[in-house]
């Protein structure tokens, strides 16, 4: 089950890395190119981190197949893909729970520290994003956006304590779905967001 | 014959680096860790991704010292440097075919996938450049300008073809150049471009 | 001692770095994210790089909540540390220093080249600066500013040359921090830089 929802989550985050590539004008390749960045970054960050080899897109190349085809599928139906604004606000809710909670498999896997654990679902969640955004020459919406991180982080405790308390994985899963998918749209509809932290004096660094 | 043409590309990029951070007004050690940057920064890409350790430029640190010479030596020559329009986009050419040759072989050495063998490729010849990019913050040029990261896929399938059908391993050097090299020149004088993906309705992320 | 200076260096780091991030309206998950970024992507880098694993922040974990308290302790009392001019800049300099010292130390113990120690406690000591300037979409300041990598390269050589003369290594500690502290403060009384490399011709790439 979470093999297949992995490979839901892939395919809608490239599709909206790809409508994000198009906000820049970047040519067919650049489209893919983001896509694959934005869906496969957050994993691979991850594996590096840990020293997690092969990344699992050079054991199984055929996700980067994917993430083009997503890409290229998006071009061709931008007019209608952009309508969708709530299948894919799901989509996208559900790539961001599933990657954290697969980031947060392969760190328990090697038995390490629970911070480790919660840390690593999280660079599974958002790094993509990020490097998304760095490359597209924003400031990263994750940092002040609505809940999104936060999101991430409450999905990796509770499935890390669902795990430790002795909870059979599928069913720590669904608890973690349970929990973050909710969070996630509800944050986007009701524009939950952090408190931010505003400092306008000038100070040498 | 390639470790020749592989130090000479390493010197042109990192050369055509070195006036891209003139012109953002670096200083001198700016200037020099953006050579470095740009000319390894692909080869070191594709090395942390196929965990093929030691990075070849930790093997070999004099690789460094050749980079901040060529980028001093471009501080001091700029003047003429930047009327040698057609000499530095051959070797610049000749840099993007070469190092994705190196990168196809590293990943052939490897027994990699295919795919990965492309991607390797692609990795080692354009990286270098996006890292330069998101550095002098730049929207890469590479995600928009004419042939560039196609060239260098082109040429990962030609060269990795070659290999596959048996020939000498010379001569499948010597034909993806021939068809790396002219593809990227021509490129450049007709503005081949890939066609763009141009997506502005604001649609929320 | 080593030790305990390099708790303080990294303290100060993550609350320039959150200094940084309140410039930028991030919201307070944020400015956590981009002192943790700024305070161990130096040490980070510099591991990926000389494949030596597990992590330092992977093998301690705590060095994390340590980043996030400084954080969130110099969003409470953002105020008065903007006061703090002089403390601040002395602490980041011994930062710049003591993780310049450190990737020199890592790079020794498996006996690398010795521009190879250089490049290493060089990487400790900028690649988390350049981070939050990329993540802040700024071009980093380490290319354009006072000394900085140059205090970092200077520390470096003369830590590794006391350590080859065969000096015990606290007396080589002591040297270096002799040399880099006062250099790093001296070149921002006196603004010293280094010589830019300006460029304004525009000249295809």
Same mark, same amino acid.
């Given at each position: 089950?979470?093999? $297949? $929802?992995?490979?839901? &989550? ?10 994000? &590539?198009?906000?820049? !004008? @970047?040519?067919?390749? +650049? ?8 869906? *496969? +970054? ?10 997690? =080899?092969?990344? =699992?897109?050079?054991? !199984? ?16 139906? &931008? ?11 799901? %989509?996208?809710?559900?790539? *961001? ?7 947060? !498999?392969?760190? $328990? ?10 840390? &690593?679902? @999280? ?11 760095? %490359?597209? !020459?924003?400031?990263? *919406?994750?940092?002040?956006? /609505?809940? =999104? ?6 999905? +990796?405790?509770? =499935?890390? %304590? ?10 720590? %899963? ?11 749209? *509800? ?5 939950? /967001? $952090? ?6 004096? /000038?100070?040498?660094?």
């Amino acid at each position: 089950m979470l093999t $297949m $929802m992995f490979y839901v &989550a892939i395919t809608a985050d490239a599709m909206s890395a790809a409508l994000a &590539a198009g906000r820049r !004008n @970047m040519d067919w390749f +650049g489209v893919c190119l983001i896509a694959c960045i934005t869906a *496969l +970054g957050g994993g691979t960050a991850r594996d590096v981190f840990l020293d997690h =080899y092969p990344l =699992y897109w050079v054991h !199984n190349p055929y996700i980067l197949v994917l993430c083009c085809c997503a890409a290229l599928l998006t071009i061709a139906t &931008a007019r209608v893909v952009h309508r969708l604004r709530w299948p894919f606000l799901l %989509l996208d809710a559900l790539g *961001l729970v599933v990657f954290t909670i697969i980031g947060c !498999n392969i760190a $328990m896997e090697t038995m390490e520290h629970p911070i480790i654990v919660i840390v &690593a679902g @999280m660079v599974t969640g958002i790094v993509g994003g990020i490097m998304r955004d760095v %490359l597209c !020459n924003d400031v990263p *919406l994750v940092f002040r956006g /609505e809940l =999104y991180a936060t999101v991430s982080i409450v999905t +990796g405790v509770v =499935y890390f %304590l669902g795990n430790k308390a002795g909870l059979p994985s599928d069913l720590a %899963l669904l608890i973690a779905l349970g929990v973050g998918l909710p969070l996630r749209v *509800l944050s986007i509809m009701f524009k939950w /967001e $952090m408190p931010k932290f505003v400092f306008d004096r /000038e100070m040498r660094k």
